[in-house]
């Protein structure tokens, strides 16, 4: 085990502490490992929804680049930001344990959620939701680290802002005043960290492929299969939440308008070791129904 496995990272302080969990996995298993930052463009271009910039992979593709010039051995991604087609020559290695998988609400006051207000998010998938529940509200666009946008909250006259719960409890930032939102279905794969490797590396696969928790690797193949299937890509406004309890695998699946106003909610089950395809098959099963509204 004394090859070096050189651990590509965004420069982000919640990317880092991403990055540092897997290589201190790696390390209590006797690899030798360093840490590599490498600045994405979605780190880069701040002033734009990530929608407008018409990139996919806006946060991984730097560091595809940098795994495929050979500059690192594997790279550690917040697995909602992974496209579900991966670069050729790239797989995925393993996914870590998931975290907190909720959207939560960081508020200045909650009176407003009553009458008008103004929330902030850079989600679709978010202010889709958020508006479906609160038309009357307003949703202001919010891009940056989670350290830049809990500034950025404090700066502008906003009720509130979403974030996910995971990434603030991961680097000690949730504050007292958030409310969870348990009726907002996530992002696939929210709340997991997924670690890719080069296919023709197999001591760096073979090592990584150590930390994969299967529960987890179970539940976001479900929900990215059902993103796959809806073709909405990262940015849509789809929700999807997978969950296995006593050897069954719970989905709920969403899609939305841009505005809102529709909405097509699935919520199905399958018995675990059953649930081959049946994230494609949920989606199928919501773009009948789309197909049928609008005949």
Request: aromatic share 6%; glycine share 8%; with cysteine.
């Amino acid at each position: 085990m004394s090859k070096l496995i050189r651990i590509g990272t965004r420069d982000s302080e919640l990317a880092l502490w991403q990055a540092h969990t897997v290589k201190n996995q790696l390390e209590a298993l006797g690899y030798n490992t360093q840490l590599v930052p490498v600045k994405s463009t979605g780190d880069l271009i701040l002033t734009q929804p990530l929608y407008e910039l018409g990139i996919t992979g806006i946060f991984t593709k730097a560091l595809d680049i940098e795994m495929l010039n050979g500059t690192i051995d594997m790279a550690v991604h917040s697995m909602k930001d992974v496209p579900t087609s991966l670069p050729k020559g790239i797989v995925q290695a393993a996914v870590l344990e998931r975290g907190k998988t909720a959207d939560i609400l960081v508020y200045k006051d909650l009176e407003f959620l009553n009458n008008s207000g103004v929330i902030a998010t850079g989600s679709l998938r978010r202010k889709a939701q958020w508006l479906n529940k609160y038309p009357n509200h307003k949703v202001e666009g919010l891009r940056g680290s989670v350290n830049t946008r809990l500034q950025k909250l404090e700066d502008n006259p906003w009720n509130g802002a979403i974030f996910a719960k995971a990434g603030l409890e991961r680097i000690d930032l949730l504050p007292k005043n958030h409310l969870e939102l348990d009726w907002m279905i996530p992002a696939p794969a929210q709340g997991a960290v997924m670690v890719v490797t080069l296919e023709n590396d197999p001591y760096t696969t073979e090592a990584v492929n150590k930390l994969n928790h299967e529960p987890t690797q179970i539940c976001t193949h479900v929900e990215r299969e059902f993103l796959k299937t809806l073709e909405g890509g990262c940015t849509a406004p789809i929700g999807a939440l997978a969950d296995i309890k006593d050897k069954t695998l719970y989905f709920t699946g969403i899609l939305l308008s841009l505005d809102g106003k529709d909405c097509i909610r699935i919520e199905k089950t399958v018995p675990v070791g059953d649930h081959l395809n049946f994230g494609t098959n949920c989606a199928q099963e919501v773009l009948s129904q789309v197909y049928f509204k609008y005949q």
